[in-house]
Nanobody, 126 residues
Framework: QVQLVESGGGLAQAGGSLRLSCAAS????????MGWFRQAPGKEREFVAG????????YYADSVRGRFTISRDNAKNTVYVQMNSLKPEDTAVYYC???????????????????WGQGTQVTVSS
């Protein structure tokens, strides 16, 4: 099991930027793909971005492609998502998650992720 702690959420204006961080501990971080998800009030949790265990493969939801960038620093056991050109519809609680299985990547399905952080609120005002 891995413990995940997100940070960096807050309030931004439309068109602005935020960077979220997710610090991991408890198992070999560098062996596991990671993902970011979000959940807006009254909506289901949705995939935002994912990254492979070594950072070589990154993939995004259509709604954020070109605006968000996922990255990781395995030396710091941390995964990031840089969010630019924010829109009010990006308002949600953002969660980072770690794959259940080592050396897996490419999934957008929450069930493939076995560990979740507590979430950080992102609010974008118009």
């Amino acid at each position: 099991q891995v413990q995940l702690v997100e940070s960096g959420g807050g309030l931004a204006q439309a068109g602005g930027s935020l960077r979220l961080s997710c610090a991991a501990s408890g198992r070999t971080f560098s062996s596991y793909g990671m993902g970011w998800f979000r959940q807006a009030p009254g909506k289901e949790r949705e995939f935002v971005a994912g990254i492979s265990w070594n950072g070589g493969y990154k993939y995004y939801a259509d709604s954020v492609r070109g605006r968000f960038t996922i990255s990781r620093d395995n030396a710091k056991n941390t995964v990031y998502v840089q969010m630019n050109s924010l829109k009010p519809e990006d308002t949600a609680v953002y969660y980072c998650a770690a794959y259940r299985s080592a050396y897996s990547s490419g999934s957008k399905y929450p069930g493939d992720f076995g560990s979740w952080g507590q979430g950080t609120q992102v609010t974008v005002s118009s």
